[in-house]
């Protein structure tokens, strides 16, 4: 019997798709870290390999979805079965960056797979101030909370980089979760992180210092989006002092002040929005003591 093409994609597909977290060392030069040595380009998050999806046939981009689902954490708590389901049922969807995927008070039947790229989750006020809650990466996911409770999203998901996602219907998502409770467990695992998270944040917000929280927000960018590089821990996603304010819960002069401080330490360097952790073990003892 001829094996499903589907599975066989997924079992020897050796194709490449940007990813946040690279796995290889530096080795080849890169703009993006100011001209010095970055991560390999089959691992950079700035190859525009997504941008050949929507052109291309359905045989390739099943083959770009195999490779970046092979790169998950998770993947070995799911069923092959219902990895072949989302590959063969989904959607793939390309979107480019600062493109909406989802506001505050919409209602989707839909459950993202963040495949490649950064999507970053915020609040913005009555009053216009925003909040950006988190930035995530691949193997994420988007519209989880309702997907579960069939309520509206609670959040804006934009994209803060070109990338790559996987939309599955929520009827496609119950027929792979009747067969396969790896996915369920999977799904509250994913839950159970952002809840713990949130909690973790509001005495964060409420009791941390500035200096702090400034330090446990480059602290989380690094652990998502860090590329090791010779001269320290490289945040690979682009993000302005105004962005970061908005993370940490200030206003962008006073986090312009802390900022210069930690660099002044020798702790962090600044380049053209970019990041650098040039001491990331001093970093982390300081903000947790």
């Not at 020897?12 to 798709?17: A, F, M």
């Not at 320290?232 to 006073?254: M, N, W, Y």
């Not at 702790?267 to 982390?284: Q, T, V």
Request: aromatic letters at 8%.
């Amino acid at each position: 019997m001829a094996k499903n093409p589907i599975m066989t994609y997924f079992e020897n597909s050796i194709l490449t798709i940007p990813t946040a977290r690279p796995t290889h060392q530096s080795r080849t030069p890169c703009e993006l870290a100011g001209g010095e040595s970055c991560a390999v380009a089959s691992e950079c998050m700035a190859i525009e390999t997504p941008r050949c999806i929507p052109n291309a046939s359905r045989a390739k981009q099943l083959e770009l979805a195999a490779a970046a689902f092979r790169r998950f954490e998770w993947i070995d708590a799911l069923d092959p079965s219902t990895i072949e389901l989302f590959l063969r049922e989904g959607k793939l969807q390309f979107v480019e960056r600062d493109q909406v995927i989802t506001r505050r008070g919409d209602k989707f039947d839909y459950l993202w797979i963040v495949l490649s790229g950064a999507i970053e989750v915020s609040i913005v006020s009555p009053e216009a101030r925003k909040q950006i809650a988190s930035f995530i990466s691949h193997g994420e996911f988007i519209n989880l909370v309702p997907y579960l409770d069939g309520g509206v999203v609670a959040y804006d998901a934009i994209a803060r980089t070109d990338g790559l996602l996987l939309a599955v219907t929520r009827n496609t998502a119950e027929t792979a979760r009747a067969t396969d409770p790896g996915l369920t467990r999977l799904l509250i695992d994913k839950l159970c992180y952002r809840a713990r998270k949130v909690y973790q944040l509001l005495p964060d917000h409420s009791l941390l210092s500035l200096r702090k929280r400034c330090m446990m927000t480059l602290l989380y960018l690094a652990d998502t989006f860090g590329l090791d590089t010779g001269k320290g821990k490289f945040i690979g996603l682009k993000v302005s002092q105004g962005e970061l304010a908005d993370v940490v819960g200030c206003s962008r002069p006073k986090l312009n002040l802390e900022i210069k401080e930690l660099e002044r330490e020798g702790l962090i360097e600044i380049f053209y929005s970019r990041i650098r952790i040039l001491d990331h073990p001093r970093l982390l003892a300081l903000a947790m003591e």
